[in-house]
């Protein structure tokens, strides 16, 4: 007896994933900002995560009061006795 | 070509010690013996780029039902203060290599069971009596070593140590970059791993010796420049972690008006993907846009978004920032439990299902000294941050810097 493929659909995490990977390599695949034109983007300004010191005590202050710490190149939970 | 008629003479006889020979011949005049040029080796330099002092006050308060500090069967008291003082090098050790170390101390009150009970036996009563059970410190050092392999490969090390009255913490862990087109993108992989090793307390305070966590943390991440003004983060992160995953002296009230023992997995995995945008604003300002994605295996999934906007006039800089959060409680969660139950329970209030909101405001004014491009800055900044399940927290932070 033949057996009958069943499809499952993609959860959304792996919809997600697989969305951050082809976003990835699609930009990856040409330079689009050339040296000379990056004056804005060196600006301190620009830095995704602002001044360290106080991005680490906001984390610690958020991890430790919500269950969903880690993932955000930093990991989740250990240390100070928190879930 | 001299060199070969002179081999040739050589082998032949006609060149020698005219001592082994008996009679000067041909009596070439002997080289001079070879002296080694003195080759000058210098250390790389030491250079440090930035120190930073910062300060940060937390004042919390609130009600969770994991708490014992209220009715058996009501929430109790969360409330706490946190002085953290920070202290931030950051160095750079010839054209490769970037050292950055940061430290940090946690005043805590009405944090945990004191540790002091270490040496003494089994089942000995905390001490909840007298003050240094009131208060806890916890001290952090991080360390953060980068190699720049190539002109795009960079790789590093991450190491850390956590102390704290009932715990310790060891972390480390390393990762790597690499540019790709130009610098226009960056690919990011991480790895770390943390083992915490703390005491295991009951609900009266009677110590049952040391418990073990473990957690492993894999990190990938990609950063793109869109256009001469846009960046563009994304990144994936996955967690596991194993051991005993609760505090041990967590509490959930129970029907009979006791309270009993908090129960959770020994396992837990967590995802979360995570993306941002930073887009430069032409009058002098950036905004910042995140959005971040979390779900794990206790069955708690979270959404969060967040927004920054920055504002330079002249020297002084001002950041105003918001963030919500809604996340699902896990699968076990509860406020009243079968006292005969043996499966797993939680009341605490941070597996919860609720919202969450904060908003900031802060200042930073950067001066210039010296004509080397150095600078000091101050920045003060403020948080409130409000959960709708009955907390929050205040915080505000100073920070002192020099940099070049």
């Known amino acids: 007896m033949k057996r009958a493929w069943t499809r499952r659909r993609p959860s959304t995490l792996t919809r997600l994933l697989t969305a951050l990977l082809v976003t990835a390599l699609l930009a990856g695949g040409c330079a689009l900002v050339p040296q000379n034109r990056r004056k804005h983007l060196a600006d301190p300004m620009m830095s995704p995560d602002g001044d360290l010191l106080l991005t680490a005590g906001r984390r610690k202050l958020y991890t430790s009061r919500e269950s969903a710490g880690g993932g955000d190149a930093a990991p989740a939970g250990g240390g100070c006795g928190c879930q | ?404």
Do not use: C
Not at chain 2, 5 to 23: I, M, Q
Not at chain 2, 53 to 79: H, W
Not at chain 2, 374 to 394: C, K, M, P
């Open chain 2, 1 to 404: 070509m001299r060199l070969s008629v002179v081999a040739a003479a050589a082998v032949l006889g006609f060149v020698g010690p005219p001592a082994a020979r008996g009679a000067p011949m041909i009596a070439a005049p002997a080289p001079p013996p070879p002296i080694d040029e003195p080759v000058i080796v210098h250390a790389p330099a030491y250079q440090i780029q930035l120190i930073a002092l910062r300060f940060t006050y937390f004042d919390q308060d609130g009600l969770g039902y994991q708490s014992a500090a209220g009715p058996a069967l009501g929430p109790g008291s969360e409330r706490t203060t946190v002085a953290e003082p920070q202290n931030e090098v950051v160095a750079t050790i010839g054209d490769r290599l970037t050292e950055r170390i940061v430290t940090s101390v946690d005043v805590v009150t009405a944090a945990s069971p004191n540790h002091k009970l270490y040496g003494l036996p089994v089942g000995t009563p905390v001490d909840t009596i007298s003050s240094p059970s009131r208060i806890n410190e916890a001290e952090q050092i991080d360390s953060d070593t980068t190699y720049a392999w190539s002109r795009t490969i960079n790789v590093g090390l991450h190491a850390d140590y956590h102390l704290e009255e009932p715990l310790e913490s060891w972390g480390l862990g390393m990762f790597a970059t690499r540019a790709f087109a130009d610098d226009n993108t960056v690919l990011a992989a991480s790895l770390f791993q943390i083992v915490d090793w703390f005491d295991d307390f009951n609900l009266d305070g009677k110590r049952y010796g040391r418990d073990v966590r473990t957690t492993t943390n894999i990190n990938l991440g990609v950063t793109q420049l869109l256009t001469p003004t846009t960046i563009v983060l994304g990144s994936y992160g996955f967690t596991t972690q194993g051991g005993t995953l609760t505090n041990t002296w967590n509490s959930v009230p129970l029907a009979d008006g006791t309270r009993g023992t908090e129960i959770v997995p020994r396992r837990r995995d967590r995802h979360a993907i995570s993306g941002r945008l930073v887009e430069w604003l032409p009058w002098q300002g950036s905004l910042r846009l995140g959005y971040r994605f979390y779900a794990d295996s206790w069955g708690s999934v979270a959404h969060t978004v967040d927004a920054n906007l920055s504002q330079r006039v002249g020297r002084l800089t001002l950041d105003l920032g918001a963030r919500y959060h809604r996340q699902s409680a896990v699968d076990f969660f509860g406020t009243v439990f079968d006292p005969a139950g043996t499966g797993f329970r939680t009341a605490d209030s941070d597996l919860a299902a609720f919202t969450a909101h904060a908003v900031s405001a802060g200042a930073r004014w950067d001066q210039p000294i010296g004509h080397r491009g150095h600078q000091i800055y101050f920045a003060l900044t403020g948080e409130r941050y409000v959960r709708s399940n009955d907390l929050y927290v205040d915080f505000v932070s100073g920070a002192l810097g020099w940099q070049q």
